[in-house]
Structure formats: structure tokens, C-alpha cells
């Protein structure tokens, strides 16, 4: 097996160019954190971002930050820190479930649209992406977008790469918007709630003028009791008013404590990277996408058949869930809830098999299959990136 | 150069009998146009200076009728021009002599709506501001507010990914669709999305929003609402010069202020529209700038603060606060006016660059010296925070020299935007408009990707054919 560590788009569209005349299947891999995500890939070789680590332009008047695939997201958020910016749609960390170790780069944030719980008020990766360049499987240098703020110049490849799961090409340099990061960050806590109480209470603070930016709730069974959380940030007075204003409008559901800061914090970065599931680690983990109203749902008819533990983020249009890795880790039974409430599920953590058996992402219907396959095909004809890593046939 | 218009397949004209022959039978009578007088109202958008008579106008009125047009079409190779209201100003929606339009204003209806949920599932053709009005009675809204809003639809807002003056906060149409039904070139019809966040597989969504008619015809969608703020204020900053307004909007981002909404108008502008809404706006200054912000009075007080510490630094000549609804809904007509106003004045052309925030000023002196060497006057509005800028470039329409020097200039001022770092446009499209100017943007294997993406949902190019890729470039596989 032969790793590739390019240091330049040109080198990449060289190797890319060969492997496509060899036919050669090529695992992308940026910082390797994030290997027991999706189906395991068929590859004889592997293409690494890992040389490609600098920042290629950053300017924080204009809000906007390009990188190369293999910056270090730790690295990104630490720049940006300085600048009093962060990306606004708060990436979520694989580590912790996926037990493992090394540094998660940019680059496979960009790929997997990697969001966390702020992606209900500031939206997903791909909202934030600006433009991308990207090496197609025809060893073609290709870039879409670009580094301002609207731009409906031809089609959005952008989208099409960001979540592509490095399936449509490899990804030389990416642009983000970023947004000024908050002066503060307050955390109310309604404790004690069941899962259908808690999601009206959260529908109940997301549709109030108060600008929710977190909105999660983990029932008793996640250990430490019910808690339903939601999340203000902005500048301290506005805060402060704004946490007055939701306690006295959720009065109904429950009294609303004020976190202590740090606490608050810290639950907030367990509930992007669902480290309150992590443990026990034989457990396979689905991530859950449906209407919030419908997530008690979904979640109720799920543990009707199979033994399961679970939290709600995005106001209960998230499912974090937990359950046995037997029957196909229960792949049936949340498939058939999802279809009847809408939505979609990802499996995110099962063991090897059992990912190479059962559809990671949801199966998609005929003409969307032809559709994918035709992207493919369009964008890496001799089918060399990450074969099979989302879909069999992609 | 004159925009060109790909030469009419005779064999299609030819056809012209047969075609409508076949549309009849499979649509009720009144769905199909097919009398020239009838057809004339469809023969341009807002790109008025050109226009074509198309070979006939279908307006369906369920998905079903659509997904029947498209099947019929792509068997008997007929093309495809899909139209929402008809206010593109790329022209976006302008027919071809051998093409059929196929218009979603007849599907107009808000299907449901789900406060809880923050979703309403509605008809493609329904208006951009009937969203908003339909959920406003729980004090919701519509986020992307594209000046046509009154008119334009929400097909259109996907097909060319409309922004607006709120966008700077709430982002463009396409960080507020949740789903669509798409009908494809061969009938089919498929849901992409819903009233989730997200979808597995590719993003096909993001693919969708901004293709400008070329890879389906959206019949539905699933769109994020959104709870208004408590209040909303609009304040009105003169300067005495386009490069102080300019280094003011910098500033005021640059201390991590981003109000909802921050437009520019210069003098010229000033003029135009304090004529024609007298929005109240001062006329001793040489550029305006309208800056909203949001929140309880007591957040907007201490935003205002903020915000009006920086521009006094920036050597702010007039401040007005909009004391009431009614003071504050006369600044925005102003700004909303503005298009329409300058259509009073002069014949223009709209451009829609985006450029680097850092590159305004100089984009905006530069705009100015190329218009001013082809003998022509210029009118700038435009969306300061995310750098969308509108040079609306005034002529004679019957003096075709004149629309010629407009039109090279909008050519030169966008080819500039492109250089110092930005786009062609930002939000109204390429159309036809900006078609032959794709080259200055991309390179040619940038494109072809584009094209061979694009060919994945239409091969044999029959829907929309002659926008976005310069006519002499087609890739089928």
C-alpha cells in the first residue's frame, strides 16, 4: 500500500491523475480521527492532507479564513480565538465516541459537515463555506465559490463537496465565514422534564424573539437527572435581559436556573460530541435527524422494540442514541420510525461488520440514487476516492 | 457585444403544430397559452431589453401537471424555460422562440404552516413576502427579503439563491430552504429534504438552490421561519464621502457588530429616490447608509451606542433614528424604492458584483471612473455588510450605442470585481446576462465540471439551455 503526502494542489492532481489511469482506489485521510466513521472503505492506497497544513488567508475585518485541507480544526479555532472569532456553526469532535486519537483536521470538518449544537441558529458547515478548491478524479484542479459573502456564480459545487465524505474529490483549500464570538454565553437549566415536555418547552424558547443558539435536552436516563438546556450568547446586557426575558416565558414548564459558566460550557461541548453516550463503548450510536416536535416520537417507538438510551440537541430535531450492536444494530426498527416521522439516520459508531453490512447513511430512493451516482461519475469517473465509504455503490 | 440568443432549431418551429397538439391533450385548456397576444407578456423578464416570443406558455397548477409538461418535453426534445413572477434582471426566465415556458405562478398556495417547528411547507409560486405575511400574525417572518420580494417567488428566490438587504444576519435563500419537490427533465418527481435539518448522501439541496432552472423545476418547499425581534430600527448615517461610509461599515464589523442589515446608497442615489418616495433622506450628504438593528429597545439602545461611537469617528455628518413604525418604514421604502425610482429617471442596467468587504471603497471609485469614460452616469446601492454591490448604470434604451457603452461598462466594472477577489454576482444570477462573462470567473475546466454536473439531471440540455454557460460550450457526459 502506498501513502501519498502531497505538499501542493499540483503535486495532488499529479498522484490523483495516475491513480485514475491505475485505477487505483484512494482512501482520503486527513488527521486518520475519524477512520470508524461510514463504511469501511476499499482502497489500496491512501492520499493525506497531512502536508498540507497552512492557512492561506485570513482576513478577520472581512470575516473569512481559508485554509489548506490539513490545518488542525484545533489550530483554526485557536487563530480565530485571538481574532475574537469562531465558526459559527461549532464543529463537532468524533474523538471521544469514536475512542480516537490524533488531531481532527479542517479539511475532514469541511468533508463530513461536521455541526454542533449551534447549527439551529447559525447553521451547518456547509452554510458557513464559502468556497472550495478541490482536486477531481480526473486530476483537474477545480474551484467553486469563493472567499465573499454571496456569490451565485454557477452552480454551488461548494455544497456538493462539503458532506461528500471525500467521496467526489479531494479537497486542496477551504474558505469559511466566521463570526465574531460572543462576548458572553449563559445556559439556562429546566430540570425534571420528560422528553415531550422538554421539546415543547425548547420549541417554546426557539420560537421567542431571544435568539436561542443551544437547545438540548438530556433525560434522566443520561445520568445526572432530566435537564433541558438552552443556551443565549451575545454582549453581557443583551444576555443577561435575554435570560430574564425566556425565565419568564418557559414559567409554564418548570422554574429555569441560571448555569454557573463553566458548567454550562461543559455540558455544551459534551452534548456536540455526545460524550454523555460514549460510554459503555460496545454500544453502537445513531444519529438522528427529524422534525423537533417529532423527536419524543421517534425516540418513544425506537425503545418500543429495542433497549436504547438517548439525548435530544437542535430543539428535539437531533437524536443522539445508543442502543445494542445485535440485529444489525437495530438498523431496521430506527429506519422504519424514521420513515414514518421524516427524517434521517446516520449510524456514527458499530463495529466494522455491522458498518460494512447496514446502510450508514439512509438508503436513498431510486431517482436520488441515480442522481448520486451520476455526481460521481461526473466528478470522479474511474470511481478512485473513498470507494464505498457512504453508500455501496458510491 | 449584444447578448446573443442561440439560433431557433427549425426543426422545433416546424414542430410548432404538433407540440401544442400533444401539450393539449395532456393539460386542461386554460393551462395552456398559446395565442401570441397572450404570450407577449412572457416574452422577457426584468431584463426588458430583450425578448423572445416563445413557442408557448404552460401554467400548471399541480406538481403532477408539471411532472406531465416535463415528461412530454423531454421525449419530443422541446425545451424548457422555467419562470417564476418574471423579475429577473439577469434574465433568467427569458424564452427562446423554440423553447416553451413553464410558469409555477398558478401554484401559489401556503400548503402548512409549523410554528413548533419553525417550518412552512409552500407552493413554489407563491410571492417571496406572502411567505411572511402568512406567518406574521405569531410574529414570524420569511428571512431572505430580495427587493422584488412583492412580486417575486419563491421558485425564483431557489432558482438564483436571492439574498436581500437582511441577509447579512439571516443569510440567503439558501441557509433557509429545508426541502423541495423537484420534478426532473423526465417526470419524475422526488422530495430532497424536509422538515429536518440535513440529508444523507450528497447535498443535492445545495445543489438545487442557485441552478437557475437548469437541473429541475421546484414545485414545492420546505422553508425555515423565524420568530421576529422584539423591534427593529433603522438609522439613517450621511457622510460626506463614499470612502468614510465605506471604512464606517469596516469599523463597525470589525468591533464584532453584525446589525441585520447595513445598505449603501451614494449621492446619486440619494437623489433619485428622496424624488420620488421622499423617504426624508438628506441631500447635503455624499453617501447614506441604512443601518438596522434588532432586540428589546433597551438592546437596539445600547447597539445604537455602539455603533454610533464608530461612525462619529468616521466623521458622520447626519444621524436619523426612525422614531416610529411609520418613520421607519419610510427610510426602508427609500432603499426598496430604489430600483424602481431610478427606472423613472433613466433607463439602467443593475449590476451585481460582490466584492472583498476590504475593496469597496476602491471597487466604488473605480465603478465610477468606468462609467464616466464611456459618457454615462451611475447610481450605486448595495448591500454594504456582505459587499453585494449594485452599480445601476443609467442610459437611453432607444439609443442603441448607448446600450451598448452600458452595457460594456457593466462588463468592465464586473470583470474588475472579479479581479480584486470577487464574483460576477451575488445574488441575481448569471442568466443571459452574465453568460459570456463565465470565462473571466472560471477557468475553462472549472466549467466544464460544472457542465458535466449539470448534464447528470438534463444530458440533452433542454432545460434553460441558453443561461449560465456561454453558448459555445456544452459538455453532455
Known amino acids: 500500500m502506498t501513502r501519498h503526502n502531497p505538499t501542493s494542489e499540483a503535486d495532488a492532481c499529479a498522484i490523483v491523475a495516475e491513480a485514475a489511469a491505475q485505477r487505483t482506489p484512494l482512501a482520503i485521510q486527513g488527521g486518520g480521527t475519524k477512520r470508524a466513521f461510514g463504511r469501511p472503505p476499499q482502497f489500496e492506497s491512501t492520499l493525506s492532507s497531512s502536508l498540507m497544513t497552512k492557512v492561506t488567508l485570513y482576513e478577520p475585518a472581512e470575516f473569512v479564513i481559508s485554509t489548506e485541507p490539513g490545518a488542525s480544526l484545533s489550530g483554526i479555532v485557536r487563530l480565530l480565538a485571538e481574532h475574537r472569532q469562531e465558526l459559527a456553526f461549532e464543529p463537532l469532535d468524533y474523538r471521544p465516541l469514536l475512542g480516537s486519537d490524533g488531531e481532527p483536521t479542517i479539511g475532514a470538518v469541511a468533508a463530513m459537515n461536521l455541526s454542533g449544537p449551534r447549527r439551529i441558529a447559525g447553521g451547518a458547515a456547509r452554510d458557513s463555506s464559502l468556497g472550495v478548491r478541490f482536486v477531481n478524479g480526473r486530476g483537474e484542479a477545480i474551484k467553486s465559490g469563493g472567499r465573499v459573502m454571496k456569490n451565485v456564480t454557477g452552480l454551488d459545487l461548494v455544497k456538493l463537496m462539503i458532506g461528500a465524505h471525500g467521496t467526489l474529490g479531494f479537497l486542496t483549500e477551504v474558505t469559511f465565514k466566521v463570526v465574531p464570538s460572543a462576548q458572553r454565553v449563559a445556559t439556562l437549566c429546566l430540570v425534571g422534564l420528560s422528553d415531550r415536555t422538554a421539546i415543547a418547552t425548547l420549541s417554546a424558547a426557539l420560537g421567542s424573539p431571544y435568539d436561542v443558539s443551544g437547545a438540548a435536552h438530556l433525560p434522566a436516563k443520561i445520568g445526572g437527572g432530566a435537564r433541558t438546556l438552552i ?32 458548567t454550562g460550557k461543559d455540558l455544551w461541548v459534551a452534548i456536540r460530541d455526545a460524550t454523555v453516550l460514549a460510554e459503555p463503548r460496545d454500544k453502537a450510536i445513531w444519529r438522528i435527524s427529524t422534525a423537533p416536535t417529532k423527536g419524543p416520537d421517534v425516540a418513544a417507538l425506537i425503545a418500543r422494540t429495542i433497549d436504547a438510551r438517548w439525548f435530544f440537541d437542535w430543539g428535539g430535531g437531533l437524536i443522539w442514541l445508543a442502543c445494542s450492536t445485535a440485529s444489525a444494530a437495530g438498523a431496521a426498527t430506527i429506519r422504519a420510525a424514521i420513515r414514518q416521522a421524516g427524517g434521517h439516520a446516520t449510524l456514527v459508531r458499530a463495529p466494522e461488520d455491522v458498518r460494512a453490512a447496514v446502510d450508514v447513511f439512509d438508503p436513498p430512493v431510486k431517482a436520488i440514487a441515480r442522481l448520486q451516482t451520476g455526481l460521481k461519475a461526473s466528478l470522479d469517473p474511474a470511481g478512485i476516492f473513498n470507494p464505498g465509504r457512504m453508500f455501496p455503490e458510491l | 457585444m449584444p447578448i446573443a440568443f442561440p439560433i431557433p432549431d427549425e426543426a422545433v418551429l416546424g414542430r410548432r403544430g404538433e407540440i401544442l397538439t400533444g401539450l393539449g391533450q395532456l393539460v386542461a385548456p386554460e393551462v395552456l397559452i398559446i395565442s401570441e397576444d397572450e404570450r407577449r407578456a412572457f416574452e422577457t423578464d426584468a431584463l426588458t431589453a430583450y425578448r423572445r416570443m416563445p413557442l408557448a406558455v404552460v401554467l400548471p397548477s399541480t406538481t403532477t401537471e408539471v411532472s406531465t409538461v416535463l415528461k412530454f418535453c423531454a421525449q419530443n426534445q422541446v425545451k424548457v424555460v422555467p419562470r417564476g413572477a418574471g423579475t429577473s434582471l439577469a434574465g433568467g426566465a427569458i424564452p427562446q422562440e423554440d423553447a416553451i415556458v413553464l410558469g409555477v405562478s398558478k401554484m401559489n398556495r401556503i400548503l402548512d404552516v409549523n410554528f413548533e417547528n419553525r417550518t412552512a411547507r409552500v407552493q413554489a409560486g407563491v410571492t417571496n413576502l406572502a411567505v411572511s405575511q402568512a406567518v406574521a400574525h405569531e410574529g414570524f417572518f420569511y428571512a431572505p427579503d430580495p427587493s422584488s420580494q412583492l412580486a417575486c417567488t419563491i421558485a425564483g428566490n431557489i432558482g438564483m439563491n436571492s439574498g436581500g438587504a437582511h441577509c447579512l444576519k439571516y443569510g440567503v435563500t439558501t441557509n ?302
Not at chain 2, 420546505?222 to 463614499?242: M, Q
Not at chain 2, 471609485?365 to 453585494?388: C, M, P, Q, W
Open chain 2, 176 to 477: 433557509n430552504i429545508l426541502g423541495v419537490t423537484l420534478v426532473l427533465l423526465d417526470g419524475t418527481i422526488v422530495e430532497i429534504g424536509g422538515e429536518h435539518l440535513d440529508s444523507p448522501g450528497y447535498d443535492l439541496l445545495g445543489l438545487i438552490v442557485g441552478s437557475e432552472g437548469q437541473l429541475g423545476v421546484v414545485t414545492e418547499a420546505v422553508v425555515r421561519i423565524r420568530r421576529a425581534a422584539e423591534g427593529a430600527k433603522p438609522v439613517l448615517f450621511g457622510f460626506d464621502t463614499s470612502e468614510e461610509a465605506g471604512a464606517c461599515v469596516a469599523a463597525i464589523m470589525g468591533a464584532g457588530i453584525i446589525p441585520v442589515a447595513i445598505e449603501f446608497m451614494d449621492k446619486q442615489t440619494i437623489e433619485i429616490v428622496e424624488g420620488f418616495a421622499k423617504a426624508g433622506y438628506p441631500l447635503d450628504v455624499g453617501a447614506l447608509l441604512i443601518i438596522e438593528v434588532e432586540g428589546s429597545d433597551r438592546e437596539m439602545e445600547a447597539m445604537l451606542a455602539r455603533i454610533v461611537g464608530i461612525a462619529r469617528k468616521h466623521n458622520v455628518r447626519h444621524i436619523k433614528e426612525s422614531r416610529s413604525a411609520t418613520e421607519a418604514a419610510a427610510i426602508w421604502k427609500g432603499r426598496k424604492s430604489a430600483f424602481g425610482a431610478t427606472g423613472r429617471v433613466a433607463d439602467y442596467i443593475c449590476m451585481d458584483g460582490t466584492v472583498p468587504l476590504g475593496q469597496l471603497s476602491n471597487v466604488l471609485k473605480r465603478t465610477g471612473e468606468i462609467v464616466a469614460s464611456y459618457g454615462l452616469r451611475v447610481a450605486n446601492v448595495f448591500h454594504a455588510g456582505d459587499g453585494n454591490m449594485h452599480p445601476l448604470i443609467l442610459y437611453n434604451v432607444n439609443d442603441p450605442a448607448e446600450q451598448a457603452k452600458a452595457e460594456a461598462a457593466g462588463e468592465d466594472i464586473l470583470k474588475y470585481c472579479v479581479e480584486v477577489g470577487g464574483c460576477l454576482t451575488g445574488e441575481h444570477g448569471v442568466g443571459i446576462e452574465k453568460r459570456d462573462l463565465m470565462r473571466f470567473q472560471f477557468e475553462e475546466r472549472d466549467l466544464r465540471q460544472q457542465m458535466r454536473v449539470r448534464a447528470v439531471f438534463d444530458p440533452a440540455w433542454l432545460l434553460n439551455p441558453a443561461k449560465v454557460f456561454p453558448l459555445d460550450n456544452r459538455l453532455t457526459a
Open chain 1, 231 to 262: 443556551r443565549v450568547e451575545g454582549f453581557p446586557d443583551s444576555v443577561e435581559y435575554r435570560l430574564g426575558e425566556l425565565r419568564s416565558l418557559l414559567k409554564a414548564f418548570g422554574t429555569a436556573e441560571v448555569l454557573a459558566d463553566g
